[in-house]
């Protein structure tokens, strides 16, 4: 089995091995995987940190060993938390690294940074700190950084910069952490799930005092919570419809 890092600030990853296939996530600099199906221009491959897989361009990642990848695996995590910040390479070359990328794979790359990092977990307080950090993000569908992010990329992301891991999509969330009964029980931090009208999961959003919410929709946003879901004032309308609150921390 092969095995990669991301060198670049944000590579897409891809439904099926081709340029206009749907986004489904981001490879961030830093994210290290597994080469799971290796072809002529593209690659599938299953990301380290949350297992979720999709294709990317042979062009768009740094071969490692397996024991290179273990010893990445093994680690904590250290992220960056600049909103944008730049590494360097031998030759003096910039990149361009986005909030959240992963900097355990620096002496493997040959790169140099010396922006602000986080690399201890932080108390679930801290969630809605960095929560705001994304506000008026556009929503992308696959998106995971402050350029464009989709609602389960938001949520995995602010939680990851605390160091606590979520799957990726809203779903694969939904399967996390203890379900509460009320509203009334949840704590700014917790997360709210959302369904459609076949009971599917396919909204998320972290809880706020007071009974806001902040998600993406649209954009990075903060809206009404009540039992029946999300109340979006400038729509004057509930736009999603509540299934389940979780404590995953």
């Not at 060198?7 to 081709?18: A, D, G, M, Q, Y």
């Not at 909204?203 to 706020?208: E, N, T």
């Amino acid at each position: 089995m092969q095995y990669g890092i991301c060198n670049l600030s944000i590579v897409p990853l891809r439904l099926e091995p081709t340029d206009t296939s749907e986004l489904v996530s981001q490879v961030l600099y830093g994210d290290y995987f597994k080469v799971l199906e290796h072809r002529k221009n593209w690659s599938k491959i299953r990301l380290g940190f949350d297992t979720y897989e999709g294709w990317v361009d042979n062009k768009q990642y740094f071969e490692i060993t397996e024991e290179q990848y273990n010893v990445i695996h093994q680690e904590t995590p250290i992220l960056s938390t600049d909103l944008v910040e730049f590494v360097e390479d031998k030759d003096q070359q910039l990149y361009a690294i986005p909030l959240g990328a992963s900097l355990n794979g620096l002496s493997l790359l040959g790169h140099i940074h010396d922006g602000q990092v986080v690399k201890a977990q932080k108390p679930k307080s801290h969630i809605l700190e960095t929560a705001f950090m994304y506000i008026n993000s556009p929503y992308l569908w696959g998106g995971k950084t402050p350029f464009g992010i989709d609602c389960s990329g938001f949520t995995q992301m602010v939680y990851k910069l605390n160091g606590y891991k979520l799957l990726r999509d809203a779903s694969q969330q939904a399967t996390q952490g203890e379900a509460l009964s009320f509203i009334e029980e949840s704590e700014p931090g917790d997360l709210a799930f959302f369904d459609n009208s076949e009971g599917q999961i396919v909204h998320v959003g972290i809880i706020m005092e007071d009974n806001y919410i902040i998600h993406a929709h649209g954009k990075v946003r903060i809206d009404r919570l009540d039992h029946s879901g999300i109340y979006n004032h400038d729509k004057r309308m509930h736009t999603h419809k509540l299934r389940v609150i979780k404590k995953v921390i």
